[in-house]
């Protein structure tokens, strides 16, 4: 499952998508850090044609877990070479 957070700040907002199995789990490796919060991550489950209206309006977005990773390739919103990984879990971040 698929988690939507949306973070605004004024005139941007940021569209947060997470894999819910990683809510609360730490992954550090080397000299990166993934710290997945529920405050930052956690908000509803919604329905993939809801979350790419949202991704396509958005210039910021954060992405992390397989599941929500394969959704942002899948419909272009990112690149393989955007993702880092971090101890097997794949992030990326588009500004």
């Known amino acids: 499952m698929i988690l939507v957070k949306i973070h605004n700040s ?3 907002e940021v569209i947060c998508l ?3 199995d990683l809510l609360g789990k730490k992954f550090s490796q080397d000299n990166m850090q993934l ?3 529920e405050r930052f991550y956690k908000r509803v ?3 993939e044609n809801k979350m ?3 991704m396509k309006t958005s210039r910021n ?4 877990g397989k599941e929500s990773i394969a959704f942002a390739l899948k419909h272009h919103f990112i690149t393989k070479e ?3 990984t971090i101890k097997k879990i794949p ?3 588009v500004f």
């Open 52 to 54: 790419f209206s949202l």
């Open 10 to 12: 004024g005139t941007s």
């Open 82 to 84: 955007s993702v880092i």
């Open 35 to 37: 710290n997945i919060t």
């Open 91 to 93: 992030h990326a971040q």
């Open 45 to 47: 489950e919604m329905p």
């Open 18 to 20: 997470c894999d819910s």
């Open 61 to 64: 977005l954060n992405i992390v």
